[in-house]
């Protein structure tokens, strides 16, 4: 779709009032549109895989640029684009700080767009203007390009392939599949809808290593914006993007899982399932040095006098070094263990086959067995049918409850349940110089808040690397001038992440388009979790000297000379926990394809079979019954270890 001038005309008022142009001294900061926020937004827009969203951008720019819409929010009966700077600011305020939720939820999408694209659109010299301004050095530089390792099927008009099992998705889930299948000497074709990139691809450039790696090219969210939502997409999925933390399931959520119907959870086969997967990826504690935003947290974890410990890592000599916090966009030094690494390239060293950019649209059922499965080249359009005796499917708990209803499945239960380990973000700045992009990715965690409910349900601290697009993300915009200042201190910032087990759920309800659609809110006993994360975070960083600690919320919540954790709270209260009133993203999607013992509860039999279709198999973050409390790229793929052995056994 593209965008009219009058939109455009709004488009760039409304940039530029995230990101005015300002004076700094003899400095001249330049507004977002001369970064080229504009033009990153426009494309952005123009590649989004829904028709209804580009739509619905359309309309808020159409609405925004009307008369309306300003005077509503008392900027008088003239045009956005007409106001002054001052005028903007108070109208983009008074829809983030809007009693109406979708109010607030227009904000948070104009405003992550505006200066996400700000800090990420390359400018007019290669590099964004606005790097020097805040210090940011950007990424370590181009690796040499070298040959993919791996050989991917050409694709040159309509194709028909068969074998014995093809698997969809090609992440945590998708690749141990593969991988497993293959080794039980199973002709297998491995599906991926993202593309495939290697080692010498990997730059840490954010805004390409979005495009390429990330789904929706990490612009998407939950239906009213109030939580963002990562995830990989490409060969390797989200495994070739994360931050490489392993741990193993949790005994008590093996236990809970078990009596929730997925009995094989807590049996000898899943020990012995994350034994081989901790073992293919080396999973390992001497790769966990940790870099200045981890020792900072161990030192205000120590002077409390709270829970800290090391990471586990799947990691194989990584140098733990500056380029490593950006490896959240690949792993140059090929250290990471993506499936990539590991399961697929086993897989394709055995003789499976690897079909890249193809979006898998339906799974082919008869006579309630799936037959294989029918999907879409992307850059060429053309059709691919591959007929096979069984279907994994592992496009992640978005994609695999949507695919499950594109192919005719109505169990009530795929779709329902979903989980996101909410995650936000407590900053604190301090005096030292951090520069929180650096470092190990992840280095050190906190369990000190894990069982707030006395049923293991609570919340984790973690930090992660701080690249401009993160703290835009979660930072609070009051103003332009605000906004800057917040980014100028960005090497100074330390971040401590709460991730919480969330109890309550969503759903992925599958659209007309055929695509996932998010509906996800904190509930109430979550929101009281998330308060003790947020203050116990502040805490930590007080403890750890900071100078000003500020949250996540979308009103300004600080304490600053001298810090008081108390009076921040008080702040946080007054601001609330409601719908995009504090910044929430989810890095771990999982449940919304649920094991278990009976088609009323679950989507899928104990195998991870769906209960509708037989030779259909869940085996990615869809198949947990709830969250995994732990990072859960290990629970994934064991649990895609035990189904797809299980399935092996049925088929050999
Ligand atoms: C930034 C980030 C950091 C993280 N860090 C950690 C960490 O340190 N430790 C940890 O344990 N977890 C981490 N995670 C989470 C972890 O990576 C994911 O939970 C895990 O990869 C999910 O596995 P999956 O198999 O369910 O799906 P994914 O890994 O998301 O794989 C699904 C794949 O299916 C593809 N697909 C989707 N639809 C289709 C279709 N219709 N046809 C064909 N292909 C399709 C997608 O393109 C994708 O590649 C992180 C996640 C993110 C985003």
């Given at each position: 779709m593209a965008i009219s001038g009058s939109q455009r005309q709004t488009l760039r008022a409304i940039v530029d009032t995230f990101a005015p142009a300002t004076e700094l001294g003899e400095e001249r900061v330049p507004a977002g549109s001369e970064a080229g926020a504009l033009e990153a937004i426009e494309e952005a827009v123009a590649s989004a895989p829904r028709t209804f969203d580009r739509q619905q951008f359309g309309l808020v720019l159409s609405a925004l640029g009307g008369r309306a819409a300003t005077a509503i929010a008392?900027?008088?009966?003239?045009r956005f684009a007409a106001l002054d700077q001052q005028q903007r600011e108070r109208v983009l305020l008074s829809w983030a700080d809007s009693p109406l939720p979708q109010r607030r939820a227009v904000f948070q999408a104009l405003r992550k767009a505006a200066l996400t694209m700000t800090y990420l659109a390359p400018g007019a010299s290669g590099q964004n203007p606005r790097w020097d301004v805040i210090g940011y050095p950007g990424p370590p530089m181009d690796a040499p390009k070298q040959p993919h390792p791996l050989r991917t099927l050409p694709v040159d008009g309509d194709t028909d392939l068969s074998c014995d099992v093809v698997v969809v998705g090609s992440g945590a889930g998708g690749g141990t599949a593969a991988g497993v299948l293959t080794a039980a000497g199973l002709d297998v074709i491995l599906v991926e809808a993202g593309g495939y990139f290697a080692e010498s691809d990997f730059n840490g450039a954010e805004l390409e290593g979005l495009k390429n790696l990330y789904l929706g090219a990490g612009g998407i969210g939950s239906d009213d914006n109030s939580i963002g939502l990562l995830a990989g997409s490409c060969l390797g999925g989200g495994t070739v993007i994360n931050y490489t933390t392993s741990f193993r399931t949790p005994d008590e959520v093996r236990q809970e899982w078990a009596g929730l119907g997925s009995a094989g959870h807590a049996s000898p086969d899943y020990a012995a399932a994350m034994d081989a997967v901790c073992e293919r990826l080396g999973v390992?504690?001497?790769?966990?040095?940790?870099?200045s935003r981890d020792a900072l947290m161990k030192s205000g974890l120590d002077a409390l006098g709270w829970h800290a410990d090391f990471m586990p890592r799947n990691v194989r000599g990584c140098n733990q070094g500056e380029r490593c916090g950006f490896c959240g966009y690949g792993c140059p030094l090929g250290a990471k263990q993506s499936t990539l690494k590991t399961w697929i390239n086993d897989a394709a060293e055995a003789g499976a086959r690897l079909l890249v950019d193809t979006f898998v649209t339906r799974v082919m059922i008869k006579r309630g067995a799936a037959q294989g499965i029918e999907g879409q080249h992307r850059a060429s359009g053309s059709r691919i049918r591959v007929r096979a005796r069984a279907v994994v499917s592992a496009a992640g708990a978005l994609h695999t409850p949507a695919l499950l209803r594109r192919s005719g499945l109505r169990n009530s239960?795929?779709?329902?349940?979903l989980r996101l380990h909410p995650a936000t973000a407590v900053w604190g700045v301090v005096d030292e110089r951090l520069d929180p992009w650096n470092g190990t990715l992840q280095a050190v965690y906190s369990d000190q808040h894990r069982d707030l409910d006395g049923q293991g349900y609570g919340l984790k601290y973690e930090t992660a690397p701080v690249q401009p697009s993160i703290l835009v993300g979660f930072g609070p915009w009051r103003s332009g001038r605000q906004h800057l200042e917040m980014m100028r201190e960005i090497s100074h910032t330390a971040v401590i992440g709460v991730l919480l087990r969330d109890k309550g759920s969503g759903e992925v309800r599958t659209a007309r388009d055929g695509m996932p659609v998010v509906r996800y809110h904190l509930s109430d006993e979550d929101i009281a979790h998330a308060r003790v994360g947020i203050e116990g975070a502040a805490k930590i960083l007080e403890a750890a000297g900071a100078q000003r600690i500020f949250t996540s919320h979308s009103k300004m919540v600080d304490t600053h000379g001298p810090v008081r954790v108390e009076e921040l709270m008080r702040r946080a209260d007054a601001a609330g926990?409601?719908?995009?009133q504090v910044g929430w993203y989810s890095f771990h999607i999982m449940g919304s394809a649920r094991m278990g013992s009976h088609p009323t509860s679950s989507a899928t039999d104990p195998t991870g079979q769906t209960w509708e279709a037989r030779d259909l198999v869940v085996c990615d973050g869809s198949a947990f019954p709830t969250s995994s409390g732990v990072n859960p790229m290990i629970s994934i793929e064991s649990t895609a270890y035990m189904n797809a052995q299980a399935l092996a056994t049925r088929l050999t």
């Amino acid at each position: 779709m593209a965008i009219s001038g009058s939109q455009r005309q709004t488009l760039r008022a409304i940039v530029d009032t995230f990101a005015p142009a300002t004076e700094l001294g003899e400095e001249r900061v330049p507004a977002g549109s001369e970064a080229g926020a504009l033009e990153a937004i426009e494309e952005a827009v123009a590649s989004a895989p829904r028709t209804f969203d580009r739509q619905q951008f359309g309309l808020v720019l159409s609405a925004l640029g009307g008369r309306a819409a300003t005077a509503i929010a008392g900027g008088g009966f003239r045009r956005f684009a007409a106001l002054d700077q001052q005028q903007r600011e108070r109208v983009l305020l008074s829809w983030a700080d809007s009693p109406l939720p979708q109010r607030r939820a227009v904000f948070q999408a104009l405003r992550k767009a505006a200066l996400t694209m700000t800090y990420l659109a390359p400018g007019a010299s290669g590099q964004n203007p606005r790097w020097d301004v805040i210090g940011y050095p950007g990424p370590p530089m181009d690796a040499p390009k070298q040959p993919h390792p791996l050989r991917t099927l050409p694709v040159d008009g309509d194709t028909d392939l068969s074998c014995d099992v093809v698997v969809v998705g090609s992440g945590a889930g998708g690749g141990t599949a593969a991988g497993v299948l293959t080794a039980a000497g199973l002709d297998v074709i491995l599906v991926e809808a993202g593309g495939y990139f290697a080692e010498s691809d990997f730059n840490g450039a954010e805004l390409e290593g979005l495009k390429n790696l990330y789904l929706g090219a990490g612009g998407i969210g939950s239906d009213d914006n109030s939580i963002g939502l990562l995830a990989g997409s490409c060969l390797g999925g989200g495994t070739v993007i994360n931050y490489t933390t392993s741990f193993r399931t949790p005994d008590e959520v093996r236990q809970e899982w078990a009596g929730l119907g997925s009995a094989g959870h807590a049996s000898p086969d899943y020990a012995a399932a994350m034994d081989a997967v901790c073992e293919r990826l080396g999973v390992n504690y001497e790769h966990s040095a940790p870099g200045s935003r981890d020792a900072l947290m161990k030192s205000g974890l120590d002077a409390l006098g709270w829970h800290a410990d090391f990471m586990p890592r799947n990691v194989r000599g990584c140098n733990q070094g500056e380029r490593c916090g950006f490896c959240g966009y690949g792993c140059p030094l090929g250290a990471k263990q993506s499936t990539l690494k590991t399961w697929i390239n086993d897989a394709a060293e055995a003789g499976a086959r690897l079909l890249v950019d193809t979006f898998v649209t339906r799974v082919m059922i008869k006579r309630g067995a799936a037959q294989g499965i029918e999907g879409q080249h992307r850059a060429s359009g053309s059709r691919i049918r591959v007929r096979a005796r069984a279907v994994v499917s592992a496009a992640g708990a978005l994609h695999t409850p949507a695919l499950l209803r594109r192919s005719g499945l109505r169990n009530s239960a795929i779709g329902s349940n979903l989980r996101l380990h909410p995650a936000t973000a407590v900053w604190g700045v301090v005096d030292e110089r951090l520069d929180p992009w650096n470092g190990t990715l992840q280095a050190v965690y906190s369990d000190q808040h894990r069982d707030l409910d006395g049923q293991g349900y609570g919340l984790k601290y973690e930090t992660a690397p701080v690249q401009p697009s993160i703290l835009v993300g979660f930072g609070p915009w009051r103003s332009g001038r605000q906004h800057l200042e917040m980014m100028r201190e960005i090497s100074h910032t330390a971040v401590i992440g709460v991730l919480l087990r969330d109890k309550g759920s969503g759903e992925v309800r599958t659209a007309r388009d055929g695509m996932p659609v998010v509906r996800y809110h904190l509930s109430d006993e979550d929101i009281a979790h998330a308060r003790v994360g947020i203050e116990g975070a502040a805490k930590i960083l007080e403890a750890a000297g900071a100078q000003r600690i500020f949250t996540s919320h979308s009103k300004m919540v600080d304490t600053h000379g001298p810090v008081r954790v108390e009076e921040l709270m008080r702040r946080a209260d007054a601001a609330g926990f409601g719908p995009a009133q504090v910044g929430w993203y989810s890095f771990h999607i999982m449940g919304s394809a649920r094991m278990g013992s009976h088609p009323t509860s679950s989507a899928t039999d104990p195998t991870g079979q769906t209960w509708e279709a037989r030779d259909l198999v869940v085996c990615d973050g869809s198949a947990f019954p709830t969250s995994s409390g732990v990072n859960p790229m290990i629970s994934i793929e064991s649990t895609a270890y035990m189904n797809a052995q299980a399935l092996a056994t049925r088929l050999t």
